[in-house]
C-alpha cells in the first residue's frame, strides 16, 4: 500500500477503468510539473465534453503531490526546517512569515503561491517519521480549481463547450475500513502462521513473507525475509536514519503497463466497470480472488 505510492489507485484504475488515473511515478519519472497534470486531466474534461459525455471520473492517489518535483523539493526543506528547534517555538500565526523567511528563493515562490489552504496544509504537523501528512492535504480541490480555471479559459478562447463542476471524495481511511475478503483472511493467517514459525525457531529481526499468492492458498509457500535487507537510508527529522525501503509502482511493470495500454480509451470512452461486492460464498474463482496487480506480476 504505502503512503505514497501509487499503488491502491492503480489496481482501482485496472478494476474500475476511471476516465482519468493519475500514477504519482510516472509524474515523477517524465518530471512532469503542476500545469502538465492540469492539462493532462483538462484535455479528458475536453474531448468528453466534445463527445457530449459531461461527466467522468479522476482518480487521484495520495502522495500525488510529493512526486511533482518542484513539490518534492518544497517538502523536502520544509521537512528539514519544521524539524529544527527554531520553528518549534514559532507560533501558528507567524508560521507562514517564518518559512517564506527560511526557505530557499525557488521554494519560496512556490509556497506563496499556493492556495492559502493548500500552503497550511504543508505546514501542518508531520508524521512520527517527520514527514508531511500528504491525506491532510487537499490536493483534489487544488487540482480542480486548477482545471477550472484552464477550462474556463479555454472557453474563452473557444476551445472548451462543455461543463465543469467538480464533486471530490476522498476516500482515506474508509476505503481501508471495509470487512476483509477471503483472500484477504487466509493471507493474513498465512502471514500469522509464518511469523509463529519464525519466532519458534529463534528466527528473529525477520518479515514474515508468502510466496505463490496467485494460486490456492493450500499451495502457497511461507518464510521470512531479514529485515536489514530492506533497509535503506533516508533522511527523518532532519537527519539521515536507516528505514525500510518504500516499494513503488515500477512503470516497466505488467500491472502499469497493461493500464497505460488501456487509458486512452478509458479517457474518450465510458467503460466503467463495478467490480461488486465482496463475495465469501460459491466457487473460489469468485470468492478467493487476489489483485489483479497480483495476477499481472505473476503473469496468471
Given at each position: 500500500?504505502?503512503r505514497?505510492?501509487?499503488?491502491i489507485?492503480?489496481?482501482?484504475a485496472?478494476?474500475?477503468?476511471p476516465?482519468?488515473?493519475?500514477?504519482?511515478e510516472?509524474?515523477?519519472?517524465?518530471?512532469?510539473?503542476?500545469?502538465d497534470?492540469?492539462t493532462?486531466?483538462?484535455?479528458?474534461v475536453?474531448?468528453?465534453?466534445?463527445?457530449?459525455?459531461?461527466?467522468?471520473?479522476?482518480?487521484?492517489?495520495?502522495?500525488?503531490?510529493?512526486?511533482?518535483p518542484?513539490?518534492?523539493?518544497?517538502?523536502a526543506?520544509l521537512n528539514?526546517?519544521?524539524?529544527t528547534?527554531?520553528?518549534?517555538?514559532?507560533?501558528?500565526?507567524?508560521?507562514?512569515?517564518?518559512?517564506?523567511?527560511?526557505?530557499s528563493?525557488?521554494?519560496?515562490?512556490?509556497?506563496e503561491?499556493?492556495?492559502?489552504?493548500?500552503?497550511?496544509?504543508?505546514?501542518l504537523d508531520?508524521?512520527?517519521?517527520g514527514?508531511?501528512?500528504?491525506?491532510l492535504?487537499?490536493?483534489?480541490?487544488?487540482?480542480?480549481e486548477?482545471?477550472a480555471?484552464?477550462?474556463?479559459?479555454?472557453?474563452k478562447?473557444?476551445?472548451?463547450?462543455?461543463?465543469?463542476?467538480a464533486?471530490?471524495?476522498?476516500?482515506?481511511?474508509?476505503?481501508?475500513?471495509?470487512?476483509?475478503?477471503?483472500?484477504?483472511?487466509?493471507?493474513c493467517?498465512?502471514?500469522g502462521?509464518?511469523?509463529?514459525?519464525l519466532?519458534?525457531?529463534g528466527?528473529t529481526?525477520?518479515?514474515?513473507?508468502?510466496?505463490?499468492?496467485?494460486?490456492?492458498?493450500?499451495?502457497?509457500?511461507?518464510?521470512?525475509?531479514?529485515?536489514?535487507?530492506?533497509?535503506?537510508?533516508e533522511?527523518?527529522?532532519?537527519a539521515?536514519?536507516p528505514?525500510?525501503?518504500k516499494a513503488?509502482v515500477?512503470?516497466?511493470?505488467?500491472?502499469?503497463?497493461?493500464?497505460a495500454?488501456?487509458?486512452?480509451e478509458?479517457?474518450?470512452k465510458?467503460?466503467?466497470?463495478?467490480?461488486?461486492?465482496?463475495?465469501y460464498?460459491?466457487?473460489?474463482?469468485?470468492?478467493?480472488?487476489c489483485?489483479?496487480?497480483?495476477?499481472?506480476?505473476?503473469?496468471?
Amino acid at each position: 500500500m504505502g503512503r505514497s505510492a501509487s499503488h491502491i489507485a492503480l489496481e482501482c484504475a485496472l478494476q474500475c477503468q476511471p476516465n482519468v488515473c493519475i500514477i504519482s511515478e510516472e509524474v515523477e519519472e517524465k518530471n512532469q510539473t503542476l500545469d502538465d497534470v492540469v492539462t493532462y486531466i483538462a484535455n479528458a474534461v475536453a474531448k468528453r465534453a466534445e463527445a457530449g459525455n459531461n461527466f467522468g471520473t479522476v482518480l487521484i492517489p495520495e502522495g500525488l503531490i510529493e512526486f511533482i518535483p518542484a513539490f518534492k523539493a518544497l517538502i523536502a526543506e520544509l521537512n528539514d526546517l519544521l524539524a529544527t528547534e527554531e520553528a518549534k517555538t514559532v507560533g501558528v500565526a507567524g508560521l507562514r512569515a517564518f518559512v517564506l523567511e527560511k526557505l530557499s528563493a525557488t521554494n519560496a515562490a512556490l509556497y506563496e503561491s499556493l492556495p492559502e489552504g493548500v500552503a497550511k496544509q504543508l505546514t501542518l504537523d508531520r508524521d512520527p517519521h517527520g514527514n508531511v501528512q500528504v491525506s491532510l492535504i487537499e490536493t483534489e480541490k487544488l487540482l480542480s480549481e486548477m482545471v477550472a480555471a484552464k477550462l474556463a479559459a479555454w472557453k474563452k478562447e473557444g476551445k472548451f463547450n462543455g461543463k465543469f463542476a467538480a464533486q471530490h471524495h476522498f476516500f482515506g481511511y474508509e476505503g481501508r475500513c471495509a470487512a476483509p475478503s477471503n483472500y484477504d483472511a487466509d493471507y493474513c493467517y498465512a502471514l500469522g502462521t509464518s511469523a509463529a514459525q519464525l519466532v519458534a525457531n529463534g528466527k528473529t529481526g525477520y518479515m514474515a513473507i508468502v510466496k505463490n499468492t496467485t494460486t490456492p492458498a493450500s499451495e502457497w509457500v511461507a518464510g521470512g525475509v531479514p529485515i536489514t535487507m530492506m533497509m535503506n537510508m533516508e533522511r527523518r527529522h532532519g537527519a539521515m536514519k536507516p528505514v525500510i525501503r518504500k516499494a513503488l509502482v515500477r512503470l516497466d511493470g505488467a500491472p502499469f503497463k497493461e493500464f497505460a495500454a488501456h487509458r486512452e480509451e478509458w479517457a474518450e470512452k465510458t467503460a466503467f466497470v463495478y467490480p461488486g461486492p465482496i463475495q465469501y460464498f460459491g466457487p473460489t474463482e469468485v470468492c478467493d480472488q487476489c489483485t489483479m496487480t497480483l495476477k499481472l506480476e505473476q503473469a496468471k
